[in-house]
């Protein structure tokens, strides 16, 4: 399709701890300006109890992080000329919905709920609803009607749609006198600048609803009225005031209100497209094919595999997070998995080992120094753990720490550390940490197989991929298969700026976007044999350390 010289359009990337928003050229992908916002609320732990698994987000912090981050990104353009700008489009983390009313507003933007928690933005990895997932699947498993499960996988999860909801009304009776309806934050952030926010007339992400509510199209939509009321009564009538119909993410959604087109500093003919969730848009990003697993690396992993529908069939993939035609190239099945942990839990060692410093010398250490020792923990560690022989320590971990994503979600497991002796250092443990998250890796890739699914390629993406070669070559080792890593340090934003210029009619279909589009590739990781053989036994240790933990 023929562009002009000058077509930009932005992708933004609204993350657990900030937002990314980067402006690329259209026509190759060039990344043009990007910036990146810490949200400030959620820097300062407002509205979020650890303790509790309790992790929310208020609406003003993606408001804010936006309109800083597209400000500061124009001006870093080489022509400095917004009037370039054609597209924007939004990926987000998910599940993390919120509760509006009937006018589409947050209940948190409103004055008497302004610092109630639930009326946050519920984010992904907020397990605050085991309980109700629990419910939601005992009473799936005795209820003699459509299994609503079975495009989710068979198995529901605190980070989804309807546990986070179900939780949410049974906790606040204020939440549930004034809630009218429910809104995911991929759904939420193109209606603000559209000024089409009407929940019942606001456009519904496919990617979400498919993988997180149950949605498909052979239901008609939404699960039944008497399936939800069977869970709970508190859901009586919620399902009316949601939505019946889903938009694929390249579906242009409007254009920029006037409003915004002021506050953001760009035109009103910007085009608005739809939203995702940030995985998904990452492997689009990616320009993932057919078979490939592309897999995002950051706090969490959520690994995305699309296959053609035709070949796809009617298989029915147990334990992932569902399978949806549409949720990341329209017209392809998409599948979802992924680990709850994965650079979180590198993090909370280090914070573990950070605990005596930041006690014992935080009054003769300045917040520079305390930062700058804090930086040089892991690579440290990694320097060390490197040169560990694979199973000489015999310690071995289970990577459960934030629960269990896939295969067969769990979020009331937890993870493990066994075989320390008084020997064991920080480095030996560190190494074994990455073991277990390998290990974690390689259980989602055996049931992709198992289930028929081949994978022909891995594809990494996301901070970790791009910092830690000890991670990578581990992994690729446990995996035995190469893995090539995006050039792109803003994969998930590169995506959504595919689906923009999408969206804005730039390219007739997503598929010429990511032709166009894509970064390519830095490296690749190979495996390499001795260490796979060596890594066979180990991992038969992890699967039964979690066969122990899961049945005592």
């Given at each position: 399709m023929y562009m002009s010289d000058k077509n930009y359009v932005i992708g933004m990337d609204f993350g657990s701890d900030s937002v990314r928003a980067l402006i690329v050229d259209a026509h190759d992908g060039t990344e043009l300006a990007t910036s990146t916002f810490l949200y400030t609320r959620w820097k300062e732990g407002l509205y979020c109890n650890p303790s509790k698994n309790q992790f929310r987000q208020h609406p003003l912090d993606y408001l804010e992080a936006m309109q800083t981050t597209i400000k500061e990104a124009i001006k870093s353009l080489p022509d400095k000329d917004p009037e370039n700008i054609k597209g924007i489009?939004?990926?987000?983390?998910?599940?993390?919905?919120?509760?509006?009313?009937?006018?589409?507003i947050p209940l948190s933007m409103k004055k008497e709920f302004e610092e109630n928690p639930n009326a946050m933005f519920i984010l992904w990895k907020d397990h605050t609803a085991i309980q109700e997932a629990d419910e939601i699947n005992e009473f799936t498993q005795n209820w003699n009607g459509i299994n609503f499960l079975k495009y989710e996988g068979g198995i529901y999860s605190s980070e989804w749609f309807w546990a986070k909801i179900l939780h949410v009304l049974r906790e606040d009776e204020s939440i549930r006198k004034a809630a009218f309806s429910w809104v995911e934050h991929c759904d939420w952030m193109p209606a603000v600048?559209?000024?089409?926010?009407?929940?019942?007339?606001?456009?519904?992400?496919?990617?979400?609803?498919?993988?997180?509510?149950?949605?498909?199209?052979?239901?008609?939509?939404?699960?039944?009225?008497?399936?939800?009321?069977?869970?709970?009564?508190?859901?009586?009538?919620?399902?009316?005031?949601?939505?019946?119909?889903?938009?694929?993410?390249?579906?242009?959604?409007?254009?920029?209100?006037?409003?915004?087109?002021?506050k953001l500093g760009l035109s009103e003919d910007v085009v608005v497209g739809g939203g995702a969730f940030d995985c998904h848009m990452g492997s689009v990003g990616a320009a993932a094919g057919a078979y490939t697993l592309s897999k995002v690396m950051g706090t969490s992993t959520c690994d995305i595999l699309v296959a053609p529908i035709d070949e796809f069939g009617d298989k029915l993939i147990k334990g992932i997070c569902g399978q949806v035609d549409g949720s990341v190239i329209p017209g392809m099945i998409g599948l979802e998995a992924g680990q709850s942990a994965f650079g979180d839990i590198y993090a909370w060692f280090?914070?573990?080992?950070?605990?005596?410093?930041?006690?014992?010398?935080?009054?003769?250490?300045?917040?520079?120094?305390?930062?700058?020792?804090?930086?040089?923990?892991i690579p440290s560690l990694e320097e060390e753990a490197a040169k560990l022989e694979i199973?000489?320590?015999?310690?071995?971990?289970?990577?459960?720490?934030?629960?269990?994503?896939?295969?067969?979600?769990?979020?009331?497991?937890?993870?493990?550390?066994?075989?320390?002796?008084?020997?064991?250092?920080?480095?030996?443990?560190?190494?074994?940490?990455?073991?277990?998250?390998?290990?974690?890796?390689k259980a989602i890739l055996d049931r992709f197989v198992d289930e028929g699914i081949p994978i022909k390629n891995i594809i990494a993406l996301g901070g970790i991929s791009k910092k830690s070669k000890l991670v990578m070559q581990i992994t690729a080792d446990i995996l035995n298969k190469p893995i090539k890593v995006v050039t792109s340090e803003q994969t998930c934003a590169l995506g959504a700026a595919m689906f923009a210029a999408t969206a804005a009619g730039l390219y007739a279909k997503v598929e010429d976007a990511m032709d166009s589009m894509n970064s390519g590739f830095d490296k690749e990781y190979f495996p390499i044999p001795a260490n796979v053989v060596k890594y066979q036994s180990l991992y038969e240790e992890y699967k039964s350390l979690g066969v122990f933990l899961e049945n005592k």
């Open positions: 489009a939004f990926d987000t983390t998910g599940s993390t919905l919120v509760a509006v009313d009937q006018e589409g600048l559209t000024d089409k926010i009407d929940p019942l007339k606001m456009s519904r992400s496919r990617c979400a609803a498919g993988h997180k509510a149950m949605w498909h199209e052979e239901f008609g939509g939404l699960p039944s009225e008497d399936y939800l009321t069977g869970i709970d009564p508190l859901l009586t009538g919620l399902k009316e005031r949601l939505f019946t119909d889903t938009d694929t993410a390249e579906k242009p959604i409007g254009t920029l209100t006037a409003e915004w087109a002021e280090k914070q573990v080992l950070l605990w005596p410093t930041k006690q014992l010398l935080k009054d003769q250490l300045s917040e520079d120094q305390l930062e700058l020792l804090s930086d040089k923990i199973g000489e320590s015999k310690v071995c971990s289970l990577d459960w720490m934030n629960g269990r994503r896939t295969p067969d979600a769990n979020q009331n497991l937890k993870g493990a550390i066994t075989g320390i002796n008084l020997g064991t250092d920080a480095p030996t443990i560190y190494r074994s940490l990455v073991e277990a998250t390998a290990f974690g890796s």
